[in-house]
């Protein structure tokens, strides 16, 4: 079945520093794909999403490309800040299914 | 316009007692989910809803659970004779399904209930 794979966590940066949050999937169809961003004490936010190979979500800084040739969707920002400390999640939709399948979430913590 | 709503936020049980917890989705919102959160875990699917009716409950962990929605609306999740182990966050989320390829369901999240028994 479909299935989502993040890089474990916690990830420690440092303020400034670039990010990449790896994510790779497998799917029978041809998924839509999305990050969600959960800050501390909240509920989970679409940050961004892209539905078809190629395309490019961005949100807030950060960005993330439909790989269909790697089935990956690696969350990207040039600079991060203390205010991206929360836990990201990577999820895919199947065309016509109803359920997201999620990854784990990976933990970003920035340090000032 | 207003969000995915929850209450309670915070609900404090003693163990072996009855819980309901509430979500009020995005008006228009014809699909209803309801996940649990454990302490540092991702996301565990318990129910969906497409309207009333509840096609997949395949991710309910025990009899215990059920839930219901009327109205196309409001939802309720109910938690008889509780464990320790439901100790949780329960969120709930909407979305509003529009059918054919290329859709993305997105889901819009509430705040979530955190549940603990004791």
């Known amino acids: 079945g479909d299935s989502v794979t993040q890089m474990e966590g916690p990830v420690t940066l440092s303020e400034e520093a670039f990010l990449t949050i790896n994510c790779t999937y497998t799917?029978?169809?041809?998924?839509?794909l999305f990050w969600y961003v959960q800050y501390p004490g909240e509920g989970l936010q679409l940050l961004l999403k892209?539905?078809?190979a190629d395309d490019k979500g961005s949100n807030k800084g950060f960005e993330a490309t439909y790989r269909k040739e790697t089935t990956s969707f690696h969350l990207e920002k040039g600079s991060v800040q203390v205010s991206d400390s929360a836990v990201y999640f990577c999820?895919?939709?199947?065309?016509?299914?109803?359920?997201?399948?999620w990854g784990a979430g990976t933990k970003l913590i920035i340090k000032p | 316009g207003a969000g995915v709503s929850q209450s309670p936020s915070n609900k404090v049980t003693e163990k072996g007692k009855d819980v309901e917890l509430r979500c009020d989705p995005i008006?228009?919102?014809?699909?209803l989910y309801w996940y649990r959160q454990s302490l540092g875990q991702g996301l565990e699917f318990l129910i969906y809803?497409?309207?009333?009716?509840?096609?997949?409950k395949s991710g309910l962990p025990s009899d215990r659970f059920s839930a219901e929605r009327t109205g196309g609306s409001v939802s309720t999740l109910t938690i008889q004779r509780t464990q320790q182990e439901d100790s949780a966050v329960y969120l709930c989320?909407?979305?509003?399904?529009?059918?054919?390829?290329?859709?993305?369901?997105?889901?819009?999240f509430g705040p979530g209930t955190r549940l603990t028994v004791t």
């Open positions: 892209a539905t078809k």
């Open positions: 799917a029978t169809g041809y998924p839509s």
């Open positions: 008006s228009g919102h014809t699909a």
């Open positions: 809803f497409q309207g009333n009716s509840a096609p997949d």
């Open positions: 999820a895919l939709s199947d065309p016509g299914n109803y359920q997201l399948i």
């Open positions: 989320a909407s979305s509003f399904q529009v059918g054919g390829q290329g859709s993305s369901y997105e889901q819009y």
